[in-house]
């Protein structure tokens, strides 16, 4: 194709693929070797070196996703997060860590980082104000995400990164709720993405990944590290993560359109005291979404009304499962107080707003009716067991 800009979907299908020059097959072949030859040849490989064939070609496929220089694939979402960091941060340091954020980040800052004398700060909002407020003089790092993990806030990744040049800081993002599908942050500023691959990139929920972006430069300092914290991830793994990204863009577009349709529903629904979803016009940064998505997402994370128990309604319900993870073509519900943010001090969740009665939910491409219609009767039988218990 040359220099010639392609859409998402070939980037998806064919970006980065290896041409199997000797059976002319026509997806990319499995080299599963761990062992290559190291005289003679223009690239020592090794796994954990990140640069087997399969691993190499992966990379230039989500480096083209996310419009970056080039990427790293890593054994696990927090994997790729943890070694991002460390790679940025020393004994001294400061970073600035968004309030709204995924359980295991934020355990990784509250459990680990003192212990290699890395100074942190939790913002008291997602606004720029609310991360500049925090800076101090070793501040070397922002971290955001957005949407965030479990209530859906938006954070202004222009804002973000405005502030982070001001002060001479390098910025870094979740993107995992997003996906490159509905937003790529290195176009606002933003200098590195991260994602759990084990999510929409994978999509199947039956693999374990992460994925850095970020130019060469950026790419080199963390792959410095992350040889040696040995992340790496499989080959036949990184070859099922390759298949399944050749239909993230159709499969992301499918769960967008099915998500925007439940939060509609349930943002109607006489039962459901609160929903956040960022498509919504209700939702405070609805506007701001809409700036730098192109899609909404399949995630939306809504509220019972008191007078139900959100483990009995997960567990009342019969085509979407309640399960762990997310991003998968199928529904799924958790309760993040439970799961996600479980480590989390009680006192901060309420303090986040993740309430007992908040149910995380990862919109699959079922068709709508069904997972109303399984909603529906979920709720049903939770009014049933009210009713009796009443009279």
């Given amino acids: 194709m040359g220099n010639k800009k392609i859409g998402l979907n070939t980037i998806c ?15 990319s072949p499995l080299y599963m070797s761990t062992s290559y030859a190291f005289e003679n040849v223009d690239i020592k490989r090794y796994p954990r070196y990140f640069n087997t064939p399969n691993q190499e070609a992966l990379c230039k496929k989500i480096a083209a996703l996310e419009h970056t220089e080039a990427a790293l694939i890593f054994g696990s979402g927090m994997a790729a997060v943890s070694t991002s960091l460390m790679a940025f941060l020393h ?24 212990k290699y004398g890395i100074a942190h700060s939790f913002t008291n909002g997602w606004q720029p104000e609310d991360f500049e407020n925090k800076i101090n003089e070793n501040t070397k790092l922002i971290y955001i995400e957005t949407p965030s993990n479990p209530l859906l806030t938006i954070t202004d990744l222009k804002g973000i990164a405005k502030i982070a040049k001001k002060h001479g800081i390098i910025t870094m993002i979740d993107n995992t709720f997003a996906s490159p599908v509905n937003q790529n942050p290195i176009d606002f500023g933003i200098d590195i993405v991260i994602h759990s691959a084990t999510k929409y990139m994978g999509g199947h929920s039956d ?55 439940m939060a509609e529903y349930l943002y109607a629904h006489d039962d459901i005291q609160n929903v956040y979803y960022p498509g919504l016009p209700s939702h405070p940064e609805h506007e701001l979404a809409k700036s730098q998505m192109s899609g909404f997402g399949g995630m939306l994370s809504f509220e019972l009304k008191a007078r139900y128990k959100a483990s009995e309604f997960q567990a009342a319900l019969q085509l979407i499962k309640p399960s762990m993870s997310l ?55 939770l009014k049933s067991k009210v009713t009796v218990a009443a009279t």
């Fill in 13 to 27: 299908t064919h970006t980065g693929e290896i041409e199997d020059t000797q059976f002319k097959g026509a997806i």
């Fill in 91 to 114: 004994a001294g340091d400061h970073v600035v860590f968004q309030q709204t954020l995924y359980g295991g980040t934020y355990n990784l800052a509250t459990e680990e980082f003192n």
């Fill in 207 to 261: 693999i374990c990944a992460g994925a850095v972006a970020s130019t060469h430069e950026n790419i080199a300092r963390i792959f410095h590290l992350a040889k040696n914290f040995g992340g790496s991830l499989s080959d036949y793994t990184v070859w099922l993560l390759e298949r399944s990204i050749k239909t993230m863009g159709i499969r992301v577009k499918a769960q967008n359109e099915n998500a925007q349709r």
């Fill in 327 to 381: 991003a998968g073509v199928e529904s799924t519900v958790l309760s993040p107080a439970q799961t996600s943010h479980a480590l989390m001090d009680p006192a901060t969740r309420q303090q986040q707003g993740i309430s007992d009665q908040l149910i995380r939910f990862s919109v699959g491409i079922e068709e709508p009716e069904d997972l109303i219609a399984d909603i529906v009767q979920a709720l049903q039988l």
